[in-house]
Every structure is written in C-alpha cells, then in structure tokens.
C-alpha cells in the first residue's frame, strides 16, 4: 500500500510541484527585479495582508473573548456561520460583497457611505476580514475556554475583577492564538486570487498571486511566472514556520464545559450587541446573493430566469459550454477528489509512518495558483489530460484536512478491539475493511465533506487549469459576473452556496470530534 500511496502522490502533487523548482530560470530572476508593477505589487499584498491580518486578530478575538466570558445562545450560532464564511467559495464571496457594497450595491444604495466595503483595498481587506475574523474567533474562544479550572479557581479567591484577571490569566493564554490567527490570516490574505480580481478589479490592486495567473494565463511568460512563484513560496514558507513553531504554545487541555461568565448588565448588552453586528456582517453577504438571484437588476422585477437559465441546457456563448455540462463538472471532480483523497489518507493513517504523514501536509505550503502552475507544466502537454490536473490540484488542496480528519478516526479506535483482531489473525486488507472502516464511519463522513467543499469552492488552480469542457461553477460565477449576467451568475453562486452550507452545517455538527 505505500508504494501505491507513493505513486499516486508523486503524480498528483510531488513530481507537478518540484517541475516549478526544476524550471527556475536566472533570466525570468533578473526580469523580475526590473519589473515596477511586480514590486508595487508585492508592496500592496503584504500591506492588504497586514491590515486584514490585525483587523481579523481585533474583531474575531473580541468575539472569541466575548464568547468565553459570556453565557449567549448567539455562541453556537455564531460559530457555526463563522464555519461557513471561513470555508465558503472564494468567488462567492467575494461575488457577494459586490452585490452589497458595490456600486447600487443591495445595502449602498440605501447607505452610500459602506460603499467603502465592496471597493478597493478597503473592500479587499473588508472581505478578507469576512474570511478571517471567524478563524481568530474560534483560536482565541478556545485558548479562553482552554483555562485550567484549578487555575481560575484559585485566581478567583482574590476577587471576580475582570480587569484583573484578564490581566492575570485571559491574556497569557489569549496571546499565543492571537497570534496564530495573525501568522494564519497572512497566509490566506497574502495567496488570495479571487477576492483581489473581483473587488479590487484593476491591476493596481491585484495580489502576486494574481498577477501569477495574469502572466501564466495571458502573457505565456513561464520563467517570469515561476520565478514570481518562487517569491511568493520563501515568504509563505517563512510565515508557515514561524506558525508551526510558536503553535506550539497553543497545546492546551481540552476545552472545558463551562464558560467564565463574567459579562454582566451593561457588558453583557455591548457585548451582545457586538455579537450581533458581526452575525449580520457574515451573514449579509450570502442574503444578498440569494436575494440577487431572483432579482432582475435591469428590470427591477422579480423572476426565475437566472434558474431556468442555469437549468435550461441551452449552449452559453460566454462560458462555451452548458449550465448543466458545468454542474456535471463540477460534482463529477468533487466526487473523483473524495474518493482518491480519503483513499490516500487510509492508507496514510493505516502505515502510520511519520514521513508519510508529514507528506500529506506539504501542500499547504502551496497557494492554489501555484498548484495550478505545476500542474499546467506537468499534464497540459497533453490536452486530454486537463480535467486530470485539475483533479489533482484539487486532491493536493483537499489532502492536508481529510488526512488530518481520517487520522483522528484512526487514533480513537479502541485499542482492545485492534489487539483481538491481531489475536484472531485478522490482518493487512482484510482487517482495514473488516475492522477498521466499520468503526470510523463518522470520521469517513466528516473527510468526505471536508473532501467536497474543497473541491466545489477551488477557485485559484481551476482558473488558470480550465477550458470551456471542464469549466466549474466557480469559474462560471466569475465569467458570468464578468459578462454582466447577474441573475445567472447569482443563480449559479446560490446553487453552490446551498451545497457547501449543507455540508458545512453537518460539518459544524461534529467538528468539535473529528477536526
């Protein structure tokens, strides 16, 4: 089985990602370092992942600290749609705040002074914030909630002053996740494609990796592309170390049970009242694209045509395929990448080898453009072999949270029944399907979801991958948006969005287990 894992992963990420490094070429260097907009362009993402980086850390920890000290009903809640903004399609989105905030935006219309929010390098960071906050809610609710009960206990004999012990105890254990957040929101924010296209719109505004996909996709130049990629891979490798090694302060025991309850009158309403706004700031978007998908903007009438379009099989001259070739695309590749990736971490779990293991975690160190770049230069020699890479980006994508999930499966099997199988001569395959699989059906289940909200909402890799035959509905929202089909477009945003959450809420149900 390892050699097979082996094979597998080297054609579906190893050997498509070290042809990057292979083909660095000194000329696309030197061109590199001459180019203005390349270095205004670095410029600008580090700053936008700056900004988006502290507000994320500022807002999503006061709601995480909010959460801890609080007893509300708003805490599930919130949780679980902060779940589904953190892992929802990037185009979505992005297509979402537009819609809201952009020009005769669904709320700008009313009050033009948000129109700040849905343009410009404020609406990059407006909606990279969207996308973060949550992830820093959730690190610093648990750092909180994480708190020795001994150890609070006895700093409460000295009295219940909140300024105190914030000072004392919520602040040495709120700092190290807060900071997590920080190094992690930079990743996300610095490797975003779609949110830089759509809101920020012009070049000036456009992310490296953007202008990755600009220069692969239009300007064919494969040595500038991958010397720009080289760039992007120090400084994302950079900031990952510096995560793995001060995540290690984020070991804790398990969460507790209780919250802290320390929020009364006044406190308690402010913060209540926080909570809420920041609901309604993740929740909006998503109303908008519903609202925006029976709503002819042109009209200003209410209809079903951007369903029965989407529906119709009619040939579509802009994407130069059909809606329901798109759909079958779509959940074709999703379904592919479940299989092969829960497949791979089995085996990955079952060998339990400490290499292996670190395997499966490489991918994160690579951005979605950059996993498209080594797939174009590995299968696009051959055309026939398009709809393969594009499954194995998405498998490379996918891989880092399934095996994660499947290897938790793996490490709560009771060990009695393990060494009575071993009693029994129960071993190899036969004890993996006979013994292993029937007891970690949740876990599978929790993977496969995990599996097809990836894949549905790959953005990055897909654009610079695809043709008109193996467009998803990804890249269709964007090329719709783009044409100015609005109903369709938001038709299309609402069929995925519905997809993901019913998979996310089942997600949101039992990840405090599985993930």
Do not use: C
Not at 310 to 320: A, E, P, W, Y
């Amino acid at each position: 089985m390892a050699s097979l894992y082996i094979i597998i992963y080297l054609l579906m990420f190893l050997l498509p990602s070290l042809l990057i490094l292979l083909r660095i070429d000194l000329d696309g260097i030197f061109r590199l370092l001459h180019l203005d907009f390349l270095l205004n362009s670095f410029i600008f993402t580090v700053s936008q992942s700056l900004w988006s980086s502290i507000l994320s850390v500022i807002i999503g920890g006061a709601a995480g600290y909010i959460l801890a000290l609080s007893e509300t009903k708003l805490s599930s809640i919130l949780r679980g749609v902060g779940l589904a903004s953190f892992m929802a399609p990037p185009i979505v989105v992005a297509y979402g705040f537009t819609l809201l905030y952009g020009e005769a935006g669904l709320i700008t219309q009313f009050i033009p002074i948000l129109s700040f929010l849905g343009t410009g390098f404020s609406g990059i960071v407006a909606a990279h914030v969207f996308y973060n906050s949550p992830l820093a809610m959730n690190l610093v609710f648990a750092g909180l909630s994480g708190i020795p009960r001994d150890e609070f206990d006895a700093m409460s004999i000295y009295g219940r002053n909140l300024r105190y012990l914030t000072r004392k105890i919520f602040i040495p254990y709120l700092l190290p996740s807060a900071f997590a957040s920080f190094l992690l929101t930079f990743l996300y924010s610095f490797t975003s494609l779609a949110i830089p296209l759509v809101i920020g719109g012009k070049p000036s505004l456009w992310t490296i990796e953007a202008y990755i996909y600009w220069i692969m996709k239009y300007l064919l130049d494969t040595k500038l592309a991958i010397a720009l990629t080289l760039v992007q891979l120090l400084i994302m490798a950079l900031f990952a170390y510096l995560y793995l090694y001060f995540s290690k302060s984020l070991i804790s025991p398990e969460i507790s049970p209780y919250r802290i309850g320390f929020l009364r009158g006044w406190q308690r309403y402010i913060s209540l009242s926080y909570l809420i706004i920041l609901l309604l700031y993740l929740v909006m978007p998503f109303i908008s694209i519903l609202y925006s998908s029976f709503r002819n903007p042109y009209t200003n009438t209410f209809t079903l045509e951007g369903y029965m379009e989407v529906f119709g099989g009619r040939f579509s001259n802009i994407l130069g395929t059909s809606h329901i070739n798109i759909l079958i695309n779509t959940f074709y590749y999703a379904f592919m990448v479940t299989i092969i990736s829960i497949s791979l971490s089995i085996v990955l779990s079952y060998l339990n080898n400490m290499y292996l293991n670190l395997s499966a975690l490489l991918p994160l160190a690579f951005s979605p453009v950059t996993l498209g770049l080594g797939m174009y230069l590995f299968y696009l020699n051959v055309p026939e072999f398009r709809w393969v890479a594009i499954v194995a980006a998405h498998v490379a994508a996918s891989l880092p949270l399934v095996s994660r999930s499947i290897d938790i499966g793996f490490t709560r099997i009771p060990k009695e029944l393990l060494e009575a199988s071993e009693v029994f001569n129960v071993r190899g395959l036969y004890r993996l399907l006979k013994v292993i699989l029937p007891l970690m059906k949740e876990p599978l289940m929790i993977a496969a979801s995990l599996a097809l909200v990836v894949s549905l909402g790959e953005f990055g890799a897909t654009l610079l991958l695809h043709n008109p035959q193996t467009t998803t509905l990804s890249i269709a929202i964007y090329k719709l948006r783009a044409a100015r089909r609005f109903m369709a477009a938001s038709a299309e945003a609402s069929i995925l969005m519905a997809i993901t959450m019913i998979i996310l809420i089942y997600i949101a149900r039992k990840s405090g287990r599985w993930i």
